[in-house]
């Protein structure tokens, strides 16, 4: 039997397990398509696949570490993912990416090619760690730029004769979806179901792990504690928020020089060397022939 033959068996197990995952995840993007809105909040990539996730759950479940369940429970749940995704289910998802990702390079390099396997499967498994990371720097780089705009409108409210209370609510029915809309909806939330609103501020800030979330909320638990004036907190941290935010942008500008260094030496003196050098070139040669 030839080399070429004996690898035929294993590259159509491979084809059509790869086959078996595609009509698994096709089936289950079919029946989440009618599902609701909280489950359009799980990304395309992760639907797709919650059908072969959930077939490895039980395997799963008994590896992952109580300090990293805990961690992407809380990554997770920041970002409005949980609970339709469980930190297990979260794990089980990124297994499936790198399963996918190793038997497509084994399919495309062969039954020898288990090293670009391996490979491939490991990277595909990190991918997910890495978009989750993404997702979560954005979401507080977001709450950071919008939330001195809600603290003035805070302010406005509660030195206008309404309630901080009445204040969140406003902002949930009137501001457009982002994560600090959410932050205030899931206070609110935690207020209705009988949390007093320090402790609530206090607990939601300490699940986005925010800083200035966690810096608002301590100071609002303090001017309660002591019967200060909310309206004068409010904007004592809005003034905060507004100065950070200006100093992060002028340190973003100052960074700005640096990271056009690497574009103009490797991209734009290139080509004006070569813009510049080959009108001489050429009429150096056209000389020297004469």
Not at 38 to 43: K, R
Not at 44 to 63: D, E, K, N, Q, T
Not at 175 to 180: D, G, H, I, N, Y
Request: hydrophobic share 50%; charged share 15%.
């Amino acid at each position: 039997m030839t080399p070429v033959a004996g690898c035929l068996p294993a590259a159509f197990s491979i084809a059509v397990a790869i086959a078996a995952f595609v009509l698994l995840c096709v089936r289950t993007h079919a029946q989440n398509r009618g599902g609701n809105a909280e489950t359009s909040l799980v990304p395309f990539g992760l639907r797709i696949c919650r059908g072969p996730a959930l077939l490895l759950v039980p395997v799963v479940s008994g590896l992952v570490p109580p300090a990293y369940e805990a961690r992407a429970l809380r990554m997770l749940d920041a970002n409005g993912l949980h609970p339709q995704l469980t930190p297990v289910l979260w794990v089980a998802s990124r297994a499936v990416h790198g399963l996918a990702a190793a038997g497509v390079a084994l399919t495309l390099g062969g039954a020898r090619s288990w090293v670009i396997a391996v490979l491939a499967g490991i990277s595909g498994f990190m991918v997910g760690g890495l978009w989750l990371r993404r997702v979560n720097l954005e979401r507080e780089r977001q709450i950071a730029r919008e939330l001195p705009a809600y603290l003035d409108l805070l302010t406005v409210c509660v030195e206008a004769g309404a309630t901080l209370t009445a204040g969140m609510r406003l902002i949930v029915a009137q501001a457009p979806e982002s994560p600090l809309r959410s932050y205030f909806d899931r206070v609110l939330r935690e207020v209705r179901g009988g949390r007093p609103r320090a402790q609530a501020f206090t607990y939601v800030a300490g699940i986005h792990a925010v800083e200035s979330l966690t810096t608002l909320a301590n100071a609002l638990a303090h001017a309660e504690g002591a019967g200060m004036s909310l309206g004068q907190i409010l904007r004592t941290q809005s003034g905060q928020r507004t100065a950070e935010r200006f100093a992060r942008a002028e340190r973003l500008a100052m960074q700005a020089p640096v990271k056009m260094l690497g574009p103009l030496i490797f991209c734009i003196f290139p080509c004006t060397f070569i813009v510049l050098a080959v009108p001489i070139v050429v009429r150096m040669v056209e000389a020297f022939r004469a």
